[in-house]
């Protein structure tokens, strides 16, 4: 077997390969920082593995620890650190064995008695190691005789290290790296079977050196890697291969052989081999075609299992779902309320239940009540029946499988962060005195409205650095599900344009449109505002205008880094920008404003604005003012996922343009991050977002209804937005007026309904001082702080993370929201660790130019040549060498 690796520092694009490496086994993911996951974050959103391990360049340390906690809760296998590091940092050690990888250079493993010590010490520290060899010669060697030199050395190792079975299970897994001047060497099928089966070790080969097809030169077959190390006692060299559904429920028993296995990976469908038909494509004639999910070897290497998603009648040729007859339990269930759902008898009350989602929902907490109640073993089985029954019944009707369940139960038992237990807030009698409750997630159960709107609280000396971890973390984004969405959007408006922009407009926003753009001149009668409205777009436009103009420097920058050479850098506006305004819950003209400015002041030649309509099929007014005003060419009639889209790839009426920005909810974020991916789209975006968010500190000298005030105008976005204060030493008086002014401000605003749901699940952290304060907030990377205390201007030096800062208790979120002049269109979900918020750089590019002179080209020309030679591109050196060559002459 094989351990493929990506380095994700390079261009990943062969879909097809990774996915078919997926459905075989682990594949290790090369990255630059454990900290910074940009990178990561995308490949995973591009590239949906199963099993991977996370490889950082970079030695981890005591400081990375809740990076590498996060990594797993969010779903890697393990994660490799240099065995020095595991044994050297304590915190390290207390990470869980069985997702630890330790890597270990070939020297360390050259004397037996230091490999002894060397696995005594890791014992119970990790669950596998890999081994690297990057000395030329050693490779080479190792390369040209398998049995010689390094292998001995291999061989004690990975005695003393598969010795004893590991606690979870199983013996230690290990790879091997072969290394030469740091580009990694494959190798042949025979040293691959050879590892397998003396060493039961995998060699670690990087993706550009495999491939699907068969016989490509210089490139290994995977299915030729995979099957090379399985071993058949039969005479036609077939392997038995169990074949079962997504679940585990076996559906039948055929035979694989090494090109039905080759098939089945460049095809990913069930393929197989019959003894009497040769190569069986699994459904090719009865339509009961399998899709691959995965393919497992036993322990031994002897056998196969399939892992297959069934469609059509089934397995059997008798037309049953399995060879062993009919279903039963919870998959016999799932049939039933499926078929039900399509068809069902006169008066079915399943039936009923699919139609009516006030009964459902009534039912099931009918039945988590009384299974709540039961007592004895008999009860206890017949009401947990009854509430599976009815969660079923609402899964069915939501199309959700079983399968989908049990994925997020995996999905969970890979979280090495533990929940507290506790119960959500509604339903938690003791919540007025549980300090260690971790935020909770918004419930689409209607809030209780005679309920104290109350933030949860926490105090910093009595939550252990995991609690503290989850205080840091945002609410997780379920990726995968909202792309599985998306994508068909997407694909639907790049191939029927306006077509499929009216048919979305219609179906998300209820509105018939006959085109969905409007061009500028806007119709004055469609812009008609008060006074007193226009007179504050007007002043908040002037303001930001101002800001953002000093913030462009029109002047080239002109360096001469030596005699005769002359480098420069100038801007140059981004050409075309869309810029989208969410419609949603509110009126958003403010977006407009802060999107727009710093498109004109960047000089862009068009500006296309897309926002969803009103009802009536226009623009909202104030909207479509600051659209006049900034100077917007079109308005595309339309929201989420079709406007990113047609804004990235055009439309008959929609141009094309090559940069988005703006806010949006997770199907909005989640289109721009498809479409800023896809590079035959060639644009760009602001930045990834998610919900609002706002970290306040206060102390003692903050007043109370000015606290919470702040507080309540991010809470006031949706259900989703996170409010967060940190109180430093507040008296109990103090923090209880500030709770008091929450309850009391919120009970009045309209928006109190979306208040009751996103104040319960921010929190109040109390810490001892203001260094703990700004510690806790450069950590969590607010969209918004907001110091409100008397000294604030001393502090603003400490803030290392944030969007936008706002300092004293007279600088509301709200002024830069609207008017001050910064921007509000802000990084948030903790991306202000890495990005800026919008400004007038954001529609600009820079370009460098170069200038030699003869002296300056003789004066460069030989470093430059030396530089090429050793990096052996002759064309690049030759470019120098004709040039200096004539020069010489003269």
């Not at 797993?72 to 994660?79: F, P, Q």
């Not at 030169?217 to 997504?246: H, P, Q, W, Y």
């Amino acid at each position: 077997m094989i351990l493929p690796i990506i380095d994700l520092t390079n261009q990943v694009s062969d879909e097809k390969l990774i996915s078919s490496l997926n459905l075989i086994g682990d594949i290790i993911l090369r990255v630059p920082d454990i900290c910074e996951t940009t990178t990561l974050s995308k490949f995973l959103e591009t590239f949906q593995l199963d099993n991977y391990w996370i490889f950082p360049f970079k030695d981890i340390g005591s400081q990375d620890i809740e990076h590498v906690i996060k990594l797993l809760d969010l779903g890697a296998n393990k994660v490799v650190i240099s065995s020095s590091q595991i044994l050297g940092d304590g915190n390290i050690s207390t990470l869980p064995p069985d997702r630890l990888i330790a890597n270990i250079n070939s020297r360390d493993i050259s004397d037996i008695e230091n490999v002894k010590k060397l696995i005594k010490n890791l014992s119970g520290l990790v669950s596998g190691y890999l081994i690297t060899i990057s000395n030329d010669e050693t490779v080479s060697k190792a390369m040209r005789s398998v049995s010689e030199i390094f292998l001995k050395d291999f061989n004690n190792f990975v005695q003393v290290a598969q010795k004893n079975l590991l606690p979870s299970g199983g013996i230690s897994k290990v790879g091997l790296i072969l290394q030469s001047n740091n580009s990694y060497l494959s190798s042949s099928l025979e040293f691959i079977k050879r590892l397998s089966e003396e060493f039961s070790a995998e060699l670690v080969i990087p993706i550009d050196q495999l491939t699907l097809d068969p016989d490509v030169n210089g490139l290994l077959n995977i299915a030729d890697a995979f099957s090379c190390s399985l071993k058949s006692d039969r005479s036609d060299g077939l392997f038995i291969t169990a074949v079962v559904d997504e679940r585990g429920l076996l559906l039948g028993i055929v035979y694989s052989s090494i090109e039905s296995i080759r098939e089945a990976l460049k095809t990913k469908t069930g393929v197989y081999q019959s003894r009497k038909r040769g190569l069986w494509h699994k459904g090719a004639t009865s339509g009961s075609v399998q899709e691959l999910k995965k393919i497992q070897t036993d322990c031994d290497g002897d056998s196969l299992r399939f892992v297959v998603k069934q469609h059509g009648t089934g397995f059997c040729h008798l037309n049953t779902r399995t060879c062993f007859g009919d279903d039963s339990g919870l998959t016999a269930l799932e049939n039933t309320l499926q078929s039900r759902k399509l068809s069902s008898p006169t008066g079915s009350y399943t039936q009923k239940l699919f139609q009516d989602s006030n009964l459902l929902h009534s039912k099931i907490i009918e039945e988590a009540n009384e299974l709540c109640s039961a007592t004895t073993k008999e009860n206890i089985a017949w009401e947990t029946a009854d509430l599976v029954y009815f969660s079923l019944v609402k899964c069915v009707a939501n199309g959700v499988s079983l399968t989908d369940v049990e994925a997020h139960l995996n999905q969970r038992a890979k979280k090495i962060t533990r929940r507290p237990g506790n119960a959500k807030f509604e339903w938690n009698k003791s919540n007025e005195n549980n300090e260690k409750q971790i935020p909770l997630i918004v419930t689409n159960e209607q809030p209780d409205t005679n309920k104290i709107i109350k933030m949860q609280r926490f105090n910093s000396s009595k939550i252990d650095d995991i609690q503290r971890i989850s205080l840091l973390q945002r609410p997780i984004i379920k990726s995968s599900d909202i792309l599985s969405k998306v994508h068909p959007i997407i694909d639907d408006v790049r191939k029927r344009g306006d077509m499929a922009l009216i048919e979305y407009t219609l179906k998300f926003d209820k509105v018939q449109l006959s085109t969905p753009v409007i061009s500028s001149p806007f119709s004055p009668e469609d812009m008609k505002i008060d006074d007193t409205t226009r007179q504050a777009i007007d002043q908040a436009y002037d303001n930001i205008y101002k800001f953002h103009d000093a913030q462009y420097d029109r002047s080239t920058l002109i360096v001469e880094t030596m005699p005769g050479v002359t480098c420069s850098r100038f801007s140059r506006p981004i050409e075309k920008v869309g810029i989208y305004i969410p419609g949603g819950t509110a009126i958003l003209p403010s977006t407009t404003l802060m999107l727009g400015i710093p498109a004109k002041v960047a000089g862009c030649k068009e500006i296309i604005i897309a926002s969803p309509p009103r009802k009536d099929g226009k623009v909202v007014p104030e909207v479509l003012y600051v659209a006049h005003k900034v100077g917007a060419s079109k308005v595309v009639l339309a929201g989420g996922a079709q406007a990113i889209a047609a804004l990235a790839y055009g439309t008959k009426t929609v141009p094309k343009v090559d940069k988005i920005c703006g806010p949006g909810n997770q199907y909005v974020t989640a289109a721009k991050m498809v479409v800023q991916s896809d590079s035959s789209a060639m644009v760009s975006i602001d930045m990834p977002a998610g919900p609002s968010e706002l970290l306040v500190i206060a102390d003692n000298t903050s007043i109370p209804s000015y606290v919470a005030s702040d507080l309540l105008s991010q809470a006031e976005h949706g259900t989703d937005s996170q409010v967060v204060l940190i109180g430093v030493s507040l008296t109990p008086e103090h923090l209880s007026n500030i709770e008091n002014e929450i309850h009391k401000q919120a009970s009045r605003l309209p928006r109190v309904d979306i208040v009751r749901e996103s104040i319960p699940k921010s929190f109040i952290l109390d810490v001892n001082d203001m260094e703990e304060a700004m510690k806790f907030s450069n950590d969590y990377a607010p969209e918004h702080l907001i110091l409100h205390f008397d000294d604030a201007d001393k502090w603003v030096e400490k803030v290392q993370n944030a969007g936008s800062v706002f300092v004293g208790a007279y600088s509301p979120e709200s002024c830069g929201d609207y008017a001050s002049g910064t921007n509000h269109t802000l990084p948030t979900y903790g991306y202000a660790r890495m990005y800026s918020g919008v400004n007038t750089l954001t529609f600009l590019k820079h370009i460098t130019a170069q200038k030699l002179t003869k002296e300056g080209l003789k004066n460069l020309g030989y470093t430059v040549m030396r530089l090429a030679e050793v990096e052996e591109l002759e064309a690049h050196r030759n470019a120098v060498y004709v040039r200096i060559k004539d020069i010489e002459k003269e």
